[in-house]
C-alpha cells in the first residue's frame, strides 16, 4: 500500500513537470533523473523496511509458540502430578477401585469413639476438599455408644470405635438386619500424661498404675517413698469410652470396679475437660488417646509404662504396653443402599496412611490394612 502510494506522488510530480512545456530540455532530463533516482532510493527503503518487519513479526511468531508450548507443558506436568497425587493408592489397597470424590453425593453419619474422631474427621475433611458436595455428620460419643447408635438404634452409617465390636453388640446389630464389618485404620497408644510441673513422675508399671487409678496409693509417696507425700487427682475418660474399655483391660484385667470405686477420680467423656483438669495440678493424673497429647504437649508430658515411652515404633511392635487397633465399622446392608457409604470408605482406607501421622496416631501394618481393603473389596462387588 505504502509502495503504491509513493509511485502515485513521483508519477503526479512528473506529469507536473511534464505540463510546465519545454522551458529547457537539460533541466527537464536532470529533473526527471533525480526524479527516477529518488522514485528507487525510496523503493528500496520501502523494501528493506517490509522486510525487516517481516522478519520482526515471524520472530515474535515463533517466541509465542514457543511460550505456549513450554506453558502446556508446564501445565500436562502439574496436572498430571496432581491427578498423580490423588490417584496413587498404597500397594495393600490396589485392588480397590479409585474414588473420585466430586463424583459423589449423599449424605454420611458417623458416630463413637472419641480417640477416632479426629482421624475420621481429617478423611472427611479431605474427601470435602477433593469435591465431595454430601455432608458427613460425625458425633464424638465414645465406643460404646457409637456401637448403641449402630446396632441398636441403626441410627449411622459408620461407627467409630478404639476397640473390637463385643458379642452381644454383633448380635444387635443382626438384628436390626446389619452384619458389621470390621475396617482397621490405624494404631493409637494411650498417653498416661501428668502436668509438665510435674518433675518426678517419669515411669510407672502397669502395678503402679493400677495402685494409682484405683485409690489403692493416696498419695504419691504411697506409690514411691521418694515422691512427695501429695493426694493424687484421678482424671479418667467415662465407661462409654473404648479408652476406659482398654485401660481397664489392660491395667485391671477387665474388670471396671477397682476403677469405678475411686471416688477421688474425675470421668468425663470430652478429653478435653480430661487435659484442663491434668494440666492444672502438678499431682493430677489422667490418660487419653496420643493424638490428644500431642495437641497439648506445652503443658502435659508422658510418662513410660515399663521402661517403655510411646511412639510409632513401640505402638505398633507392641512394644508399649497400652498401645491398641482403631476400627471403623460398616455393614453390607448399609453400603448397598447409600453407595456413598462404600466409596467414602475406600477413599478413607486409600489415604489413611497419608493423614493419621498429622493427627496423632500411627498407621496400621500393612497386613492389617490389606485385610481391611480386601474386607471392603469384596463389600463392594
Known amino acids: 500500500m505504502k509502495r503504491t502510494m509513493l509511485l502515485a506522488i513521483l508519477l503526479m510530480a512528473m506529469m507536473m513537470l511534464a505540463a510546465c512545456g519545454n522551458t529547457a530540455d537539460d533541466t527537464a532530463d536532470s529533473a526527471a533523473t533525480t526524479v527516477n533516482e529518488a522514485a528507487t532510493d525510496v523503493e528500496e527503503a520501502v523494501d528493506d523496511a517490509a522486510t525487516e518487519v517481516d522478519e520482526a513479526v515471524d520472530e515474535a511468531e515463533g517466541e509465542m509458540e514457543e511460550a505456549t508450548d513450554e506453558a502446556e507443558g508446564a501445565m500436562d506436568d502439574a496436572m498430571a502430578g496432581t491427578m498423580a497425587e490423588l490417584s496413587e493408592a498404597p500397594e495393600q489397597c490396589t485392588a480397590l477401585p479409585l474414588v473420585e470424590a466430586f463424583d459423589v453425593d449423599g449424605d454420611i453419619i458417623v458416630a463413637g469413639s472419641s480417640t477416632v474422631y479426629p482421624l475420621t474427621q481429617a478423611m472427611a475433611d479431605r474427601f470435602t476438599d477433593e469435591g465431595y458436595e454430601g455432608q458427613i455428620t460425625i458425633d464424638s460419643i465414645g465406643s460404646g455408644a457409637g456401637f448403641e447408635r449402630f446396632c441398636v438404634s441403626a441410627e449411622t452409617d459408620i461407627s467409630n470405635a478404639s476397640r473390637p465390636i463385643k458379642d452381644e453388640e454383633i448380635a444387635s446389630c443382626e438384628e436390626n438386619g446389619r452384619t458389621p464389618i470390621e475396617f482397621r485404620v490405624g494404631t493409637d497408644a494411650l498417653a498416661v500424661s501428668v502436668s509438665t510441673e510435674n518433675d518426678f513422675v517419669d515411669n510407672l508399671t502397669l502395678e503402679q498404675l493400677a495402685q494409682v487409678f484405683s485409690g489403692e496409693a493416696a498419695t504419691w509417696q504411697d506409690v514411691n517413698p521418694d515422691w512427695p507425700a501429695e493426694e493424687i487427682s484421678i482424671f479418667t475418660p467415662g465407661e462409654d469410652s473404648g479408652t476406659f474399655d482398654y485401660f481397664v483391660e489392660a491395667v485391671f484385667e477387665e474388670d471396671p470396679e477397682p476403677l469405678l470405686g475411686n471416688t477421688n477420680a474425675q470421668f468425663s467423656e470430652d478429653d ?29 508430658r508422658t510418662v513410660s509404662i515399663e521402661g517403655v515411652e510411646p511412639n510409632e515404633q513401640t505402638a505398633e511392635s507392641n512394644e508399649y504396653p497400652l498401645s491398641r487397633p482403631l476400627f471403623v465399622y460398616s455393614a453390607q446392608s448399609i453400603i448397598d443402599e447409600k453407595p456413598q457409604v462404600g466409596q467414602f470408605l475406600n477413599f478413607y482406607l486409600n489415604f489413611v496412611d497419608e493423614e493419621i501421622i498429622d493427627v496423632g496416631y500411627f498407621p496400621a501394618s500393612d497386613e492389617a490394612l490389606g485385610n481391611a481393603c480386601a474386607a471392603l473389596g469384596d463389600t463392594l462387588q
Do not use: C, K, T, W
Not at 276 to 286: C, D, F, L, N
Open 272 to 300: 478435653n475437660v480430661l487435659v484442663q483438669g491434668i494440666e492444672g495440678s502438678p499431682y493430677a493424673i489422667g490418660y487419653f488417646g496420643y493424638a490428644y497429647y500431642v495437641e497439648n504437649q506445652d503443658q502435659l
